[in-house]
């Protein structure tokens, strides 16, 4: 259920500020914006009131928050070309979306976003994760260490969502 949508998959070069240039793999969709963005309504939600449980749960807010930027990034991308990338990664979605607005091209909008990226995979994975170059190996276990969730951040993921 719910791949009845995908028309076609195809790939698409897109140009990566950092990197240069790549293929990334697209999904074209009929499904509606809203289908995108009332699923990233409900991760910023989670990713606020997580924030307001106290840091015991602070990774599991910057991965709500994360989703809620990537599924935003991939609304807009369906509202406009009827496309989304088959990414996690916050940058190269930006990137895609700058053919739409100059504004996720800024410096300090993809240094806001930076911050939520970095939680793709430590929300989901924790130690385990092979983003977190800061992890701590163990003989037994790895530890995550790398990204660590700030009060500001709820305040930065407001004015990334308020901005989109």
């Keep these: ?3 009845e949508s995908l028309t076609r998959s195809q790939d698409v070069r897109i140009w990566n500020h950092t990197l240069g240039t790549h293929d990334m793999k697209t999904i074209t969709t009929d499904k509606p914006f809203s289908v995108f963005s009332l ?6 939600l989670l990713a606020r009131l997580i924030n307001f449980s106290g840091h015991g749960f602070a990774s599991r807010a910057g991965y709500f928050g994360q ?4 599924k935003y990034f991939k609304a807009l991308m369906v509202q ?9 990664d916050l940058i190269e979605l930006a ?6 607005d100059s504004i996720f ?4 909008f993809l240094r806001q976003v ?6 793709r995979e430590v929300g989901r994975y924790g130690g385990e994760s092979t983003h977190d ?3 701590k190996q163990e003989k037994d276990f790895t530890t995550a260490g790398a990204y660590v969730w700030q009060d500001t951040n709820i305040k930065i993921l407001d004015k990334i969502v308020f901005t989109l």
């Design 114 to 119: 930076k911050i939520f990226d970095d939680f």
């Design 67 to 70: 989703q809620a930027i990537e």
């Design 39 to 44: 699923e990233a309504d409900r991760d910023y």
């Design 133 to 135: 170059p800061h992890s």
């Design 80 to 88: 406009e070309d009827k496309i989304y990338l088959k990414t996690h």
């Design 1 to 3: 259920m719910g791949f």
């Design 95 to 100: 990137n895609y979306c700058s053919k739409f």
């Design 105 to 108: 091209t800024g410096d300090g």
